[in-house]
């Protein structure tokens, strides 16, 4: 086990499978500055070690995560001059004023490690239960395989919660269909795991108390294949997404997030960037819940 605070990182089989679980169960997985530095460094490790074949991706407790960390008193520490702030908030664009500081930031530590995973030189699983959030979705995409709870339910609630226009790995067109995103998007509303197994998006669905045991069986088959089979899979998979437009999709979605955050931070005497009740934006604390997208109705029954 390595000593990380904010994940947990295991080998399993003789070393073929490597186990990373993302560990903030009072924050339920949201993700810190912290967490997602050490989620590098455990993704990093993993590719390193020439003895892994398949990387598997949870979360401890009952969600996956539940997204951006948007104000636990561990961020706020990260954030403010202090013991406890983080080193990356003083690099790679910290140190910068307005727009500038936020679109570096965001894209060093939201997106560009985001593309990093979604490349590694290893078959990555995502194990993921509850209801995964907004920047939850970011992490799950970047796996080669997502293996999911029969209670996962999947939700970007960004737009009507922040009136932002997505997170900042925009995969949603091409994860859960054109029309279908913006049906989210606009929406709030979720997927379970049924149709995000008929979206091809989930690979497999699985009993919740057993999605440990069979993530970790499935990881096995798959960790049976040659080493050089299993990558040029994975290669060629991704490079024709690439050539059909992924990165660069990716790269203008990140812009316009950006262009979102700034016209927020523009309007509001607090420099808030992202939308408020005065806005039309519900409180997030008195907001409906959220509830899964139904064919016949256009809101379904809480």
Known sequence: MS????????????????????????????????????????????????????????????????????????????????????????????????????????????????????????ITIAQVQGTVYAAGLMLMWACDLIVAAENARFADVVGTRLGMCGVEYFAHPWEFGPRKTKELMLTGDALDADEAHRLGMVSKVFPTDDLTDRTLEFARRIAALPTMTALLIKESVNQ???????????????????????????????????????????NWKTAPPIVLATKTEVRADA
Not at 98 to 117: D, I, P, S, V
Request: net charge negative; glycine share 8%.
């Open 3 to 122: 000593d990380f605070k904010f994940v947990t990182y295991e080998t399993l089989d003789e070393g073929t499978i490597a186990r990373i679980m993302l560990n903030r169960l009072e924050t339920r997985n949201a993700q810190s500055r912290g967490l997602l530095v050490e989620l590098d460094e455990a993704f990093l490790q993993a590719e390193a070690d020439d003895t892994v074949r398949v990387v598997i991706l949870g979360g401890a407790g009952p969600l996956f995560s539940s997204g951006h960390d948007l104000g636990s008193k561990e961020l706020i520490a990260e954030r403010r001059p202090g013991p406890d702030q983080h080193p990356t908030t003083l690099i790679n664009g910290g140190t910068r004023k307005g727009a500038e500081l936020r679109m570096l930031q965001e894209w060093h530590y939201f997106f560009e490690n985001t593309k990093r995973w979604r490349n590694l030189r290893k």
């Open 240 to 282: 024709t997404m690439d050539n059909m437009g992924f990165q660069n999709a990716l790269a203008a979605c990140f812009s316009l997030h950006q262009i979102n955050h700034a016209h927020w931070a523009e309007i509001h005497e607090s420099k808030w960037a992202a939308a408020q009740e005065e806005d039309g934006i519900p």
